[in-house]
């Protein structure tokens, strides 16, 4: 079956209009009175730190709605709800394997509620309740502002329900205020994506780019900031592609808001993520030096090193252009520690194309590299062109790029030994007395510390560098 963004199956059971707008508080309460018995919420998540946000999200919500708590282990919940990610190959068959174990548990208990959302949600659509009947509600990663309705409906009419369209109203104005999850938390800005690079599932199953306001995400901010946290990340599939209506009525575009998110008071550190190197201006590339708050750290995918693959990828940029923005980057901000991901194996993709790739990493040095082999995707264009790159040949690019990235990551932690850096303080390590932090560059690191350092931004030298993550040293008394 084709992807498509709307998919109302048969058994669907779309909401009349006049709930779409369903407001939190009315509904809720008649819902309360109907599922007394529901008491815990289990959710497995899947994926990128976009779907941590929204099963955050979901979290909040349900809490709201119905008052529940969210437990560890899937065997104490109520409501079990699955949150899926499709991007690469095998998503379904891990979401399938983990459903039958959830079937064990509805069969002891057929008052669970057991949900599935996020993007195999939205791609599989019936299929799954067709396959998996004892699931009792479907959702894409656009409806699940409507979870409350959907667990209202299936109390009452002990019936399927599947949301999977992408409605044009915004899910987020329907969603709770977000509750501060700790010390660093995420606000997603814009969703979906408009690059329709050959491989990639996420502009069908998150659909076309939209940008929250200006006014909303920085009250999404001062929301996060009030309850304690202290670092914001923005989130987006594409965070730099992000135009959306600003308080003077203007479109505003991603390094005005970030300028705006950085006066908000209390915070201390930003980040974003995911960019696209279209996207990378220069009055962003500025905003590096120019935003203290703003951490030099970027994510920037390439994908491949090879002209001939970006362009069969549908990129739209070159090595050469990417090469000019990360000099760009360094002008403004010598240190910045980059990442980016990279397909090994597309369609065609030659030795010499995957040279070219080996070559662009060496010469931009990463100080962390997601790198992955190319598997066809449901629905895509690349999935029409063969598969053609051998399995052993993939696996043998891919143990090659591991092992230098791996190597420039090792050096990139090395070269932090015997500085001086600031380290904010997230949580209690693994070890007695140990805590946890992150430097400006998004390193990983353990200190002998306190509990009561938690979102103190703290000086520490650093005597030692591990493969994952950094020893430090206090070296000032805690303000
Ligand atoms: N095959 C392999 N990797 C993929 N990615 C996206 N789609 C595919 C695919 N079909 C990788 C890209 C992207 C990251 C999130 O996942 O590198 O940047
Ligand atoms: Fe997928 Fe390309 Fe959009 Fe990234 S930019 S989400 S890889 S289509």
Redesign the pocket.
Same mark, same amino acid.
């Given at each position: 079956m084709p992807l498509h963004p709307v998919m109302i199956t048969r058994f669907s059971l779309r909401l009349p209009d006049s709930q779409a707008g369903f407001s939190v508080r009315r509904p809720m309460k008649q819902a309360n009175e109907l599922i007394k018995s529901l008491d815990t919420l289990f959710i497995k998540t899947y994926g990128?730190q976009m779907n941590e946000y929204d099963s955050a999200r979901m979290a909040d919500m349900m809490k709201q709605a119905y008052g529940l708590r969210l437990v560890a282990a899937a065997e104490d919940a109520d409501v079990i709800l699955m949150n899926t990610c499709s991007?690469?190959?095998k998503a379904e068959d891990k979401v399938y394997s983990e459903l039958g174990r959830y079937k064990k548990l509805k069969d002891k208990r057929p008052d669970m509620i057991i949900g599935v959302g996020g993007c195999v949600g939205q791609q599989e659509g019936e299929r799954i309740q067709k396959r998996a009947p004892y699931v009792d509600i479907v959702f894409g990663p656009q409806s699940y502002h409507r979870l409350p309705e959907m667990v209202k409906e299936i109390r009452r009419d002990r019936v399927h329900v599947s949301q999977t369209d992408m409605p044009e109203i915004e899910k987020f104005d329907h969603l709770p205020k977000a509750e501060s999850h700790g010390v660093s938390g995420c606000v997603t800005i814009m969703e979906g994506c408009d690059k329709f690079c050959t *491989?990639?599932?996420v502009p069908y199953t998150r659909g076309a780019e939209i940008s929250r306001s200006v006014e909303d995400i920085l009250d999404e901010c001062r929301d996060q900031l009030a309850g304690g946290t202290v670092e914001i990340s923005l989130l987006g599939q594409n965070v730099n592609a992000y135009r959306g209506p600003g308080p003077d009525e203007e479109e505003w575009d991603f390094t005005m808001l970030l300028y705006a998110v950085a006066e908000l008071p209390g915070l201390k550190r930003l980040r974003f993520s +995911?960019s696209h190197p279209m996207e990378m201006t220069s009055e962003l590339c500025q905003a590096f030096a120019e935003i203290p708050q703003l951490m030099p750290y970027l994510h920037l995918?390439v994908?491949s090193g090879s002209d001939r693959v970006l362009k069969l990828m549908h990129r739209g940029h070159d090595r050469e252009t990417y090469f000019r923005i990360i000099n760009e980057l360094r002008e403004h901000c010598p240190d910045i520690a980059l990442s980016s991901? *990279?397909?090994v194996g597309y369609p065609g993709e030659t030795d010499e194309d995957f040279a070219a790739t080996m070559d662009l990493v060496e010469r931009v040095g990463f100080d962390s590299a !997601?790198c *992955?082999? !190319?598997?066809?995707?449901p629905g +895509?264009p690349?999935s029409k062109s063969e598969d053609n790159v051998p399995e052993d040949v993939k696996d043998e690019r891919l143990q090659r790029l591991l092992t230098l990235t791996r190597e420039q990551a090792r050096l990139a932690m090395q070269a932090q030994q015997g500085k001086t850096i600031d380290v904010l303080v997230e949580k209690d390590g693994r070890r007695a007395g140990d805590m946890e932090g992150r430097s400006p560059d998004y390193k990983i690191v353990h200190f002998r510390g306190q509990h009561r350092q938690i979102g103190q931004v703290m000086a520490m030298s650093i005597v030692e560098a591990y493969g994952q993550s950094l020893r430090g040293e206090l070296i000032l008394a805690d303000s």
């Open positions: 990128c991007i690469r190959e *491989f990639c599932v +995911t995918p994908q991901d *990279f397909i !997601y *992955f082999k !190319y598997s066809p995707r +895509t690349a």
